[in-house]
């Protein structure tokens, strides 16, 4: 779609008229959302459940967190949800900090104040992002069909306190296994396990010549590229409205992007920002990751 035409193709979106959501019950100071991309695992899921722990731990007995966690898929976000509902369930119950509620503590009460809300987003899909961004400042948001227990359907988001871009895509085939060996016993577990540079990547794979994103033959877009760092700038600076405060009094948002120990110097060349040329696109996305953060603003 021409860009020219976004604002038109804004306009004429439906949007399902909102329904309460169990958060408005209390005011805005009493809320927390956090959107965090590639949730369904690693360190994406592990974030998520660091943010469960510290909900628990620090905020008072009548806020209200509410996780937005992106997958790529209607399943992964069913499956994404079920385990951060176990495993609310399971801090809940354990939790020592929650003493402080006295002897009236239900664990109940502590996981109905925890939402999931898991959201389908591929970031290889510019006009996707787009239309995720516009959807989730001006519309109303669901969660996929399939759920048990509580729904969010049609339920509207405010602002955001914090994106954490965490999603990525490694490209690579496999890892040379003489070389892993090798690596093991001449530089030791630990060094090789922090920057292993025995991984087999694969040649940069264009989107343009992928027919259901419909890209033109020019500019050329790397896949690795664009899910690591194309893709998360674009949806931040989309997204931006619902970071911004209006007073200094109210708690900043944040853009809180994962970088790598990979990305070391080596790696990137400024010549040839997607790696079309050379073999280690992930290592040089997390270095200009890392140059992004520290020097550029959207």
């Given at each position: 779609?021409?860009l020219?035409?976004?604002?038109a193709?804004?306009a ?5 008229p ?5 958060w408005?019950s209390?005011?805005a100071h009493?809320q927390?959302?956090v959107?965090?991309t590639?949730?369904?695992?690693g ?14 731990a620090?905020?008072?007995l ?7 966690p992106?997958t790529r898929s ?7 949800i ?7 369930t399971?801090?809940a ?8 509620a006295?002897?009236?503590?239900k664990?109940?009460d502590?996981?109905s ?7 389908t987003l591929d970031?290889?899909d ?7 961004a ?15 227990g509580?729904?969010?359907?049609n339920?509207?988001?405010p602002r ?14 496999g890892m040379?296994?003489f ?11 630990i060094?090789t396990a922090?920057?292993?540079d ?13 027919p ?26 989309k997204l931006?409205?619902?970071l911004?405060?209006?007073?200094e ?8 992007w994962s970088?790598?120990?990979?990305a070391v110097?080596?790696?990137f ?9 050379r073999?280690?696109?992930y290592?040089?996305?997390?270095r200009?990751?890392?140059?992004l953060?520290?020097?550029?603003s959207?």
């Open positions: 779609m021409p020219g035409s976004e604002k193709a804004m004429a979106t439906k949007t399902a909102a329904e309460p959501a169990p408005e209390v005011s009493e927390l959302f959107l965090i590639g949730a369904n695992s360190i994406g899921l592990g974030t998520a459940q660091a943010l469960i722990d510290d909900f628990l620090t905020r008072s009548n806020s209200h967190l509410i996780v937005i992106t209607g399943s992964k976000s069913l499956e994404t079920r385990q951060l509902r176990e495993y609310a399971k801090a119950k354990t939790s020592k900090v929650l003493s402080r006295g002897a009236d503590y664990w109940e502590a996981v104040r925890i939402h999931i809300l898991s959201l970031l290889c510019l006009r996707g992002i787009r239309d995720f516009h959807k989730l400042r001006y519309g109303t948001v669901s969660n996929p069909e399939g759920l048990e509580e729904y969010l359907r339920v509207r988001i955001l306190d914090s994106i954490i871009c965490n999603a990525a895509f490694g490209g690579w085939a040379n296994y070389a892993a060996i090798w690596s093991f016993f001449t530089k030791g577990i060094q922090t920057w292993p025995f991984k087999l990547s694969l040649p940069t794979c264009l989107l343009n010549e992928r259901v994103l419909n890209y033109p033959v020019k500019p050329l877009l790397g896949e690795v590229f664009c899910a690591c760092v194309f893709g998360h700038y674009m949806l931040a600076h931006l409205p619902l911004s405060r209006s007073s009094n109210e708690a900043p948002g944040r853009i809180i970088s790598s120990l990979e110097r080596k790696v060349d400024v010549n040839d920002m997607q790696c079309f040329t073999p280690e696109a290592e040089s996305c997390k200009l990751t890392d140059l953060c520290l020097s550029s959207l």
